[in-house]
């Protein structure tokens, strides 16, 4: 099975925003070195704590500082740019950093109504979404009206971050699966895994190909990795309460903040949701839903605010499944 990082370029509080740029490419050669497969970067726009709105120009820095690590988007919002825009974005990338470079696609919206707006799309359906798919796909293989520059040898394969009807997009496209989130935990995950399987149409010698996506956290012991993902999962309770995802805070100024029950139980629930935990803990939880879906990959997305503590849990995962 391979390993993989997915980066969120989380801002912290107590440091400018613009921080999170730096300690994305340094996470990225950390990756490298500890021997990722894959680094991705995230795309969320106009959202207070996370600073990656434009995939394809974080990657570029990456991909001046690294050697090996496949990078790739995670994913890029198709509904939010032109089919042949993004093609052109990863056509440049794949020269800049030859035969490293992976164009994941999502259909995810903006975070609230007025981004939005802003964004200039409010809704797409899910054809809407697969022929923007295929577009992108032209572009890349030179098969659409115009050709996309600069023209590649060998196109940059693509992913779909799927839930609900993107595994049937991904599947009648020949296209490779990310999976996360609250499906993980479902019960009809190996049969909509099954069907995804057997739907698969291949393209130019393609085959199915699951990717699960996870917040994963490696400490000592259970209770420090408990601690590890309080930063994010504080983020998400208060996002809903606030209605704006904030920067990470340290655990320290987490406790000082008085929460009601309500509060309490989103926190327990989305700390259940992390793959948080000693090696043993990790490592059984890993091969419990591995053996359950037959996936190929796992795109970890751990984050916390000791930066030094996340690169500790990099290594140990990347140790733990080597």
Known sequence: MRLSLLDRSRTRTGLPESAALPHSVARAEAAEAAGYHRFWAAEHHAVPGIASGAPAVLLAAIGARTRRIRLGSGGVMLPNHRPLIVAEQFLMLESLSPGRIDVGLGRSLGFTAPVRRALGREEVTAEDFARDVAAVRAHLEEEAEVTARPAADRPPPMHLLATGSGLDIAARLGLPVVLGGPVLRSAELPERLGAYRRAFRPHRGSVPHVMLSADVLVADTDAEARELALPEAWAMVRS??????????????IRDQPRNAREAQRLEE?????????????????GRLMETSGADELLASG?????????DSDRRLAALLA
């Open 240 to 253: 809903r309460r606030d209605g704006a995802f904030p920067p990470l805070e340290s655990v320290a100024a």
């Open 270 to 286: 989305t700390l259940e949701g992390t793959w948080a935990g000693s090696e043993r803990t990790v490592a059984a939880r890993i």
């Open 303 to 311: 984050a916390t605010f000791d930066r030094a503590a996340l690169a």
